[in-house]
């Protein structure tokens, strides 16, 4: 396996700058990291998986090293497909730890040669998550500063928000 390859997986439904911020992180730490988008429709998406490839490729495009892919079924399979070593996963706040240390920990079951790491963000973006985002936006919330102007045009388009606000 490559231990210069590390494979960051999630949803990303939508991407937030809280991601972007971990990706760069990231990056710092492997020469090749693959952002890897779960498919998986238990987690009902309010992107489809190609318009959440979009917008991860449009929001990285200028940031190198970075592959953009999908992926289903077992992570732990995925990565060793990739032949990557690493899973890089981001920490906001104790809320996040149980379930992510859970993941973990069955992942280093299912196969102990893939190494978990964890990132913590800029913390600004510690409240920062894709459904506070999407809440926001369903609402007709400023995003600024929060996700990509490529991704917030998506969310208006989504939730059917006037891009100039009328008066
Ligand atoms: P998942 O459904 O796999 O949790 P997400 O897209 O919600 O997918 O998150 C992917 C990863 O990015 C997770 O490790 C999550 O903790 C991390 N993450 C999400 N938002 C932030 C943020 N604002 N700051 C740091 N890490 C984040």
């Given amino acids: 396996m490559n231990q210069q390859c590390a494979v960051y997986p999630g949803s990303f439904d939508p991407p937030t700058n809280g991601h972007l911020d971990i990706l760069l992180r990231a990056t710092q730490l492997f020469p090749k990291v693959i ?10 998406p309010s992107f489809t998986l190609e318009e959440r ?3 991860l490729r449009t929001t990285t495009s200028k940031m190198h090293n970075i592959k953009v892919d999908s ?6 399979d995925y990565v060793q497909q990739s032949r990557a070593s690493v899973i890089i996963r981001g920490l906001r706040a104790v809320s996040d ?3 992510e240390f859970q993941m973990a920990l069955m ?6 040669s893939v190494i978990t790491v964890f990132l913590m963000p800029d913390e600004s973006y510690t409240y920062l998550s894709s459904s506070v985002v999407r809440e926001v936006a369903r609402h007709g919330g400023s995003l600024r500063g929060l996700v990509h102007p490529s991704v917030e045009k998506k969310l208006k388009k989504l939730y059917r928000i006037p891009s100039h606000p009328i008066g």
């Fill in 71 to 76: 992926f289903s079924g077992l992570l732990v």
């Fill in 35 to 44: 952002v890897a988008v779960t498919d998986n429709q238990n987690k009902n």
């Fill in 53 to 55: 490839l979009t917008m």
């Fill in 97 to 99: 730890f149980e379930y």
């Fill in 107 to 112: 992942n280093r079951r299912l196969n102990r």
